[in-house]
C-alpha cells in the first residue's frame, strides 16, 4: 500500500479560520467543510501549526460521514500534515544492514500512520503523537521482522530472492517436481553459479512463523506455568506491552524536544544527560545559576504542558 501526497512547493499554509477549504479533486468547498482552514501544503507545515491544524482537522472529521468526498478530503489531509511524524520514526532505521531505501520505509510507516488516523478519539484528550508513534514504529518493525535478512546479503541476490521463488513455483508445475539450480538457471537465463549463490543466499531470508514459540517474556509479562509450553507467536498478537505507555511519553517528547531553541536544548543535556549542576551548567554556557534554574523550570513546565494537554 502506498501513499502519494501532491505537494505545491510554491504555496504557503495558512490557518486563517474563516477560510473555506476545497476538497483535493479541486470542487468548490462544501458547506460541511465551510470554516476549515485552507492548507495548500499540508506536508510543509511547522511541527507546532501541524500540531494544531490536526486538533482542528479532527474535530470536523468525526462529524462527517465516512465514504464521502468531504471525509477522504479531510482524512488525506491530516495524513499529509503528518507525514513528518514518519519521517522522524523511519531515521533510526534508514541505515540498517540490508534494509530497505528510506522511502519504502516511509511507506510502511504511512501505512501505520493511517491506522493511528482511523483509531483517533479526540474526546480522549490525549495528543495524536501519543497515539500515532508507536502505530508507525510498530508498522516498521513489524515490516523489519517479517521481512528482514538474518544476515548480510548483496542487493544483487537479495533481488534475485523473488525471481527465483517465482521461477521455482513455475517449474515446479511444470515439470511435476521441485527444480535444479541447473534447471533454475536454464529457465532464468543466468549462470547456474549465480543462481547457486541466490539460493544459498535466500537462506538469510526471515520470516517468523505464527506458530513460533515465544521462549522469551517481556519486562512486566508471565512466565509461562512450569511444565506448560511458551505460547505460540499469534497468541501474543494484540497483547498489550506493559512499557507502551513510557514508549508513548518517549516518542511524543522527542518531537517536543526538537522544537527547543539550541540554547534551552544544551541546557537539558547538561542537566539530564550529563548531570550537571545549575551553577556547572552556568559557567559552561555563561549564564548565571539564576537564569539556568529560570530557563529550566521554563522549559520544563512548557514540556509538561505540551505533554498533558497538547
Known amino acids: ?19 473555506t477549504a476545497t476538497p483535493a479533486d479541486g470542487g468548490a468547498g462544501a458547506p460541511a467543510l465551510r470554516g476549515l482552514p485552507d492548507v495548500p501544503c499540508p506536508s510543509e507545515l511547522s511541527t507546532s501549526e501541524a500540531r494544531h491544524l490536526t486538533r482542528v482537522f479532527f474535530e470536523r472529521l468525526r462529524s462527517l460521514e465516512e465514504g464521502t468526498r468531504e471525509y477522504q478530503y479531510v482524512r488525506n489531509t491530516l495524513i499529509e500534515m503528518n507525514i513528518s511524524l514518519v519521517r522522524f520514526a523511519a531515521r533510526p532505521f534508514r541505515d540498517r544492514p540490508g534494509g530497505p531505501e528510506n522511502e519504502d520505509i516511509v511507506q510502511v510507516g504511512i501505512i ?35 521481512t528482514a535478512w538474518a544476515v548480510h546479503v548483496p542487493r ?12 521455482a513455483e513455475e517449474l515446479t508445475a511444470v515439470l511435476g517436481h521441485e527444480p535444479t539450480s541447473a534447471e533454475l538457471a536454464a529457465h532464468l537465463d543466468l549462470p547456474e553459479d549465480e543462481v547457486r549463490d541466490g539460493l544459498v543466499a535466500a537462506n538469510g531470508y526471515s520470516t517468523q512463523s505464527l506458530d513460533a514459540p515465544q521462549e522469551s517474556t517481556a519486562p512486566g509479562t508471565q512466565a509461562p506455568a512450569p511444565g506448560r509450553a511458551p505460547r505460540t507467536f499469534a497468541e501474543t498478537l494484540g497483547d498489550v506491552d506493559p512499557a507502551l505507555e513510557a514508549v508513548e511519553d518517549w516518542q511524543a517528547l522527542a518531537l517536543l524536544l526538537a522544537d527547543l531553541d539550541e540554547r534551552c ?41 505540551e505533554l498533558l494537554h497538547g
Not at 544483487?156 to 521461477?167: D, H, V
Open 112 to 146: 501505520g500512520l493511517i491506522k493511528a488516523i482511523d483509531r483517533y478519539d479526540p474526546d480522549r484528550n490525549t495528543q495524536f503523537t501519543t497515539l500515532a508513534m508507536p502505530y508507525i514504529t510498530g508498522e516498521i518493525k513489524r515490516h523489519f521482522r517479517d
Open 156 to 167: 544483487r541476490l537479495q533481488e534475485m530472492r523473488s525471481q527465483l521463488a517465482k521461477a
Open 1 to 19: 500500500m502506498t501513499l502519494t501526497a501532491t505537494v505545491e512547493t510554491t504555496a504557503q499554509a495558512t490557518t486563517t479560520p474563516t477560510t
Open 265 to 305: 536544548t544544551r541546557i537539558l543535556q547538561l542537566r539530564f544527560g550529563e548531570g550537571m549542576t545549575q551553577a556547572a551548567i552556568g559557567a559552561e554556557i555563561g549564564l548565571s545559576q539564576m537564569h539556568v534554574s529560570r530557563l529550566l523550570s521554563r522549559t520544563l513546565d512548557a514540556l509538561r504542558r
